[in-house]
C-alpha cells in the first residue's frame, strides 16, 4: 500500500508534536524514555519520507545523511509548526 506524500507529511508533523509534549513534560525517566522513542520515531519516519520524495523528485538518497542533506538544500519546506517554537 502506498502512502501519499502529503499524508506522510501530516504523519510526520503529527509525530514531531508529540515528540515537543514529550519535551515538556517534567523530567522523570518515562518522559526520558518517552522523548527517545518519539525521537527515533521522528528521525525514522522524516527519513523515509525524505528519501521517498527525493526519489520521486528524480534524486538519489541511499542514507539518512543524504536524506537531511538533500531536505535542508530545498527551500520552503512543506512542513507547518504545530505550535509555538
Known amino acids: 500500500m502506498t502512502v ?3 499524508q506522510k507529511l501530516k ?7 508529540r515528540l515537543r509534549e514529550s519535551l515538556a513534560l517534567p523530567p522523570d525517566s518515562v ?3 518517552s522523548a ?13 519520507t525524505v528519501q521517498q520524495f527525493a526519489r520521486e523528485q528524480g534524486f538519489e538518497v541511499n542514507s539518512p545523511r543524504q536524506a537531511f542533506e538533500r531536505a535542508f538544500s ?12
Open 31 to 33: 518522559a526520558r524514555d
Open 11 to 17: 504523519d510526520l508533523a503529527r509525530i514531531i508534536c
Open 74 to 85: 530545498w527551500a520552503g519546506s512543506p512542513m507547518k509548526s504545530c505550535g509555538k517554537r
Open 4 to 6: 501519499l506524500p502529503e
Open 36 to 48: 527517545i522513542l518519539r525521537f527515533e520515531l521522528a528521525f525514522e519516519v522524516g527519513c523515509k
